[in-house]
């Protein structure tokens, strides 16, 4: 056998364990999370329900007074769109339910992380978000016109995930959310909290573009369930469900970087 035909073989060998380790990973996954959500669910110091009354959440208020200046950044960030990436592009793992160019993500922090150069695109909302305590996430997700988000579950009860309306379709009424039998319909200048790990799905059946800003941050729990939240995202971390979009989030954080440096330049030279 040839030198070239025997390192293919050992490179499609590895790569089929590595589909092969990946898959084992998510099922065991998977089952560890199913285990603990009822532990989480009674830890939690804030009920385990899919929908949060809001005042339960006193670090959410101040998004809401300065959502004007937040969407005024974010229109900033628009202008291009096209650097924007995609939610699968970030993240493999949602390629089930995040489709062609439907779903945009512009991430402000990652697991914990600050996107340094993204957040100096929107330097207000960075700040505001920096008071959530124990933030996780937050990015503005961009869904397009006529784009359905199919039924998924979120990772771990040990976070709850908060939306912010921003640029809401005029027909409102048709681009909500369902967590598990309660809807929801954006509105600018509104949040609400829910627990991501309920059946949720998203429908916008408008013309129109929808933005919202999403963060997740850690839900409110007694000692041993903060202690065993701590312990299973440290052990996340160390998967490829963490590492291949750590990645990815600074090769996109580098490619909208260049791609506002490139359009600053040419407004300069149509100036000139």
Not at 171 to 177: G, P, S, V, W, Y
Not at 189 to 217: K, P, S
Request: overall charge positive; hydrophobic content about 35%; charged content about 30%.
């Amino acid at each position: 056998m040839s030198s070239t035909a025997s390192n293919q073989t050992g490179f499609s060998a590895y790569q089929r364990f590595k589909r092969y380790r990946r898959r084992y990973v998510k099922k065991f996954g998977k089952n560890l999370i199913r285990g603990l959500a009822d532990f989480l669910g009674q830890q939690s110091l804030v009920g385990d329900v899919p929908v949060y009354n809001i005042e339960d959440f006193p670090h959410v208020r101040p998004l809401e007074e300065h959502w004007e200046e937040i969407r005024d950044e974010l229109k900033g960030i628009l202008k291009h769109r096209e650097a924007v990436p995609t939610f699968q592009a970030v993240s493999p793992d949602q390629m089930k339910i995040s489709k062609g160019d439907n779903w945009r993500t512009f991430i402000l922090f990652g697991f914990g992380n600050k996107l340094e150069r993204n957040c100096r695109q929107a330097p207000k909302t960075a700040a505001l978000l920096e008071n959530v305590p124990n933030l996780q996430t937050a990015w503005f997700s961009i869904l397009g016109p006529r784009y359905h988000i199919p039924a998924h579950r979120g990772v771990t009860k040990g976070i709850l995930r908060c939306h912010l309306g921003l640029v809401i379709p005029k027909d409102a009424e048709n681009c909500k959310i369902r967590i598990d039998d309660e809807y929801v319909v954006w509105r600018e200048g509104q949040a609400f909290v829910f627990d991501d790990t309920y059946q949720h799905e998203v429908w916008n059946d408008t013309d129109d573009e929808r933005v919202v800003l999403l963060f997740d941050f850690n839900r409110p729990m007694r000692f041993w369930g903060r202690v065993v939240n701590a312990s299973f995202v440290a052990l996340m971390k160390l998967t490829a469900y963490y590492q291949e979009p750590k990645k990815n989030m600074k090769d996109f954080e580098d490619r909208f970087e260049a791609a506002t440096k490139r359009a600053d330049a040419n407004l300069e030279k149509l100036s000139d």
